[in-house]
């Protein structure tokens, strides 16, 4: 039984889903922001596994700006989460919706 | 060569800005200096400039300054000729005595160093009005004479009523603007050019003698002329422009301002020339309101009033004079009449000033005594607007009066209402001068009348001394005025008094009427008990006929109603209606979709979530988007 690109791009899907609940369904911002990074390696994963199989460099690439744009993403993110966890001793997001219209 | 003549003008403008940019600096009473010595230089580069003339025969020259309009061919250019000569040296001689005069009249106003400012910039702006080779500078210096007069009417914007009265002034006078500058283009439709060159050489050519365009153009001059030179209907701003300090109703009633209509009309002489029906107007016009106004002033009460009126009668000699074509006679009356008028309103304003700001002559009397330089040299000016000879009123009247007798027909009506006013003007001269200097004093109680300090005495002196003898520069004998102004009017038909015996009487008879006016006003204030001068036929000569009224009514009014319809109905219901009712709606929109903003980040992800899956499937089921 051979590995095929087919399996790498099932096992995406599932993170990627597992993320996506993840993201819906728990309320603590720290647990959501991991999913987000769940999401994103799993989509690095289609696009190093995609590449592959083309047989060009393009998904590599992509990969590297997506790990880029993640690691300002958690710095920013985290300092806001630590911001808003000092401020209402809390981080449940439900809890959060100042935005609400 | 008289290119220095530009000087005259930017000294006085300097002066203005550098009073608005500094004037704290210089402080009271440095900004009374600086003003009146720039205005005084003013005057002697004038009279420097002007020595060619006084030898006689020569036209004068264009001094071009720099081209202003390439396109239409206009440049600004000053004309340096007899007329725009004679009229800088009134201006800026009875103007500078004017400034040294408002060194102490003005003595612990706060706003001393701008009053100064606006005085320069007056000046500088009556003198651009003069000296303008074409109609384009003549009208920048015209617009500029209104916006000064504005700024000084309602120096003392304080008080509601001096507001109101430089925003009548000026509303009054954009009127008459709008005719003149209709005027202007039609002259320039017609001559493809405003210069005066131009125009008056080629007036004969292009327009038909008594044609319909030249007096169309010409009464719109008029309607111009009269505006600036308060000339019935649009007089009313000058009485209400009292409100002003004394020494600019002085510069505006005497030397500047008001002068701009006759100069203007004198100057177009050659248009007038070619439609005798608008020069008809014009003298008529005159001759009703000299008249009319003589009228009213015999019913005032407050000082200046009088004098005010007095102002509008005599310009209405003026006009009489320069409508009959007797040009020389008009101006030499304008000249005159800045002396003696000048004269008589800085006196006002020296009994004013000593009264401690009464001008209700019911409440002076007696100051003869108390006020001798004053008086003295009132009493000059009261004698020469009276028409008696020698002092100057005399001469410039009775010149016109000729004139216009000489023109014959229905012009005799005209010197006999001229007649009328001037026994008319005597009378209630002689009223003012019984009221204030003569009879018992009815001052109010803690009043201590005082002579006024020697800055505003020695411009009395020197009016006094120019309103005695500067009839003498043009009698019958000796026409030195006349030859003086003579290149100026060169080639136009000049009415004359008539030859013969007929002048002496006709001097005779407004002598007559002057001294009758004056007999009269001593037999009625000074023998016996004064007049009470009350009840309802007063209090129409006192309200001015109650013309004020009359406009407000059924103009001013309307005007008001037409404005607040607009305002109220048209801009706020209208036009603000259609701007709040999209901002209302665009608000009930959002109130709608606000909703959709929950506030739970849930919610957000489910949706984006939703979406992303929403394209996948559409590419997965179309193969594209």
Known sequence: ?101 | MVDFIWIAVALPLLGAATLLLFGKRFGEPGAGYFATALAGTSFVIGAIAAVDFFAGGHHGELVFLFSWIPGLGIDAEFLWDPLSALMTLVVSGVGSLIHLYSIGYMHGDERYPRFFAYMNLFLASMLILVLGSNFAVLFVGWELVGLSSYLLISFWFEKPSAAAAGKKAFIVNRIGDFGFLIALMLIFATFGSLGFGTVFENAGELLDEGGTLVTVITLLLLVGAAGKSAQLPLYVWLPDAMEGPTPVSALIHAATMVTAGVYMVARTGALYELAPFSAGVVATVGAVTALYAATIAIGQRDIKRVLAYSTISQLGYMFMGVGVAAYTAGIFHLMTHAFFKALLFLGAGSVIHAMANEQNMDKMGGLRKAMPKTFATMAIAWLAISGIPPFAGFWSKDEILAATFNKGGLYVVLWIVGLITAGLTAYYMSRLMFLTFWGEKRWDEGVEPHESPNFMTVPLIVLAGLAAVAGLINTPWKLSLEHFLEPAFEGLHLAHPPDGATPWLLALASVAAGVAGIAYAYRRFLVGEAPAETGPKWDLLENGYYVDDLYGKTLVLPGKKAAEQLAFTADAKGIDGAVNGVGALVKQLAEKAKPLQTGLVRNYGVVILGGAVGLVLIILVRGAL
């Open chain 1, 1 to 101: 039984m051979t590995v095929t690109v087919a399996w790498y791009l099932m096992l995406a899907a599932v993170l990627f889903t597992i993320g996506g609940a993840g993201l819906l369904l728990r309320r603590n911002a720290l647990v959501m922001f991991m999913s987000i990074e769940l999401m994103l390696n799993s989509v690095n994963l289609t696009f190093v596994a995609a590449g592959r199989a083309i047989g060009n460099l393009d998904g590599q690439l992509a990969v590297l700006f997506v790990m880029v744009v993640a690691a300002a993403e958690v710095t920013v993110g985290l300092a806001i989460i630590v911001m808003v966890f000092r401020k209402r001793s809390t981080a449940n997001v439900d809890e959060l919706s100042g935005m609400k219209g």
